[in-house]
């Protein structure tokens, strides 16, 4: 079978369907993702913290990223894999955005690229655009300005939220084919989402978007404090703590490895 792509996410808004996205950073996990059918899967820099260990997005580099994308993509053969071009590597101009893009693309073979930001990141859309690069938009709290937030809060409240909706106007019309919002009121991300022809996909957003995305280790229950906008579906951590102390009793107890696990 072929891979989802931008005409296909335009398709499900068009007809009313609300689709998910997850992040994946390695290829299993990437394919049990694909596998259920997930058509969307976000190398986000979000790999920060979940892979790397730092307590933000912004040290992590490129080159940090782009073995993980090349394994999603290797590890999926439907969805379509979004990489995140992270801090650094977009914001100085639309040839540094351009060149960053183009390494995801051919290096690692993403389909997408995703990056934060409103009416200040339009040059940056309009040049991948230009080059053929599908751009999935970022607003709302975009993580990379952390310092700039004082901190992870809700964004777009207020006259906030105007900005927010003449931000997504103005990055449709450059020609993104979607847009994260995360963190942002229920009632402007449906006002978006409504106002848009581009699908919409939130975190943290409410019901209203086109799309939900979470991050994979949120959404199993890996992450030891999630935010309020996170539903755990699985227990991963307990069930992990649960398997590898059984592993660690049977090899202090001498049980493992028993007679089916041995060769002669
Ligand atoms: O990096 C990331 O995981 C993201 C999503 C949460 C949208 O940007
Ligand atoms: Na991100």
Redesign the pocket.
């Known amino acids: 079978g072929r891979r989802i792509t931008v005409r296909d996410v335009a398709a499900a808004k068009e007809r009313g369907e609300k689709w998910p ?1 997850v ?1 994946a950073y390695d290829a299993m996990t990437a394919r049990v993702f694909d596998e259920a059918g997930i058509p969307v899967l ?7 913290m ?1 892979v790397y260990g730092y307590d933000s ?1 912004l040290p992590v580099s490129v080159d940090d990223l782009m073995p993980l994308t090349a394994a999603v993509v290797r590890g999926s053969s439907r969805a379509m894999v979004v990489a ?1 071009l992270p801090f650094g590597s977009y914001q100085a101009s639309p040839q540094q955005a351009l060149e960053t893009a183009v390494r995801f693309m051919k290096e690692a073979g993403a389909h997408a690229v ?1 990056l ?1 930001g409103g009416r200040r990141v339009l040059p940056q859309v309009e040049a991948l655009v230009s080059a053929g690069i599908p751009v999935m938009a ?1 607003l709302g709290l975009t ?1 990379q300005s952390v310092n700039a937030f004082g901190g992870y809060r809700v964004q777009g409240r207020g006259q906030a939220g105007d900005e927010l909706m003449a931000d997504a106007k103005d990055l449709q019309a450059a020609g993104a084919f979607s847009v ?1 919002l ?1 963190c942002v009121p229920a009632e402007l991300a449906e006002r978006v989402t409504t106002s848009l022809a581009i699908p919409t ?1 939130g ?1 943290g957003a409410g019901p209203s978007t086109d799309a939900q ?3 994979w280790q949120d959404l199993m229950g890996l992450t030891a404090r999630p935010a309020k906008f996170v539903k755990k579906y699985s227990d991963l951590a307990g069930e992990m703590d649960r398997a590898v102390r059984a592993f660690a009793d049977e090899v202090t107890g001498g049980v493992f490895p028993s007679a089916e696990h041995t060769y002669h």
Do not use: Y
């Open positions: 996205m992040t976000l190398v986000g820099d979000s790999a920060a979940v997005t995140d995703k934060e970022h993580p994260v995360e996909i975190i995305v979470l991050v």
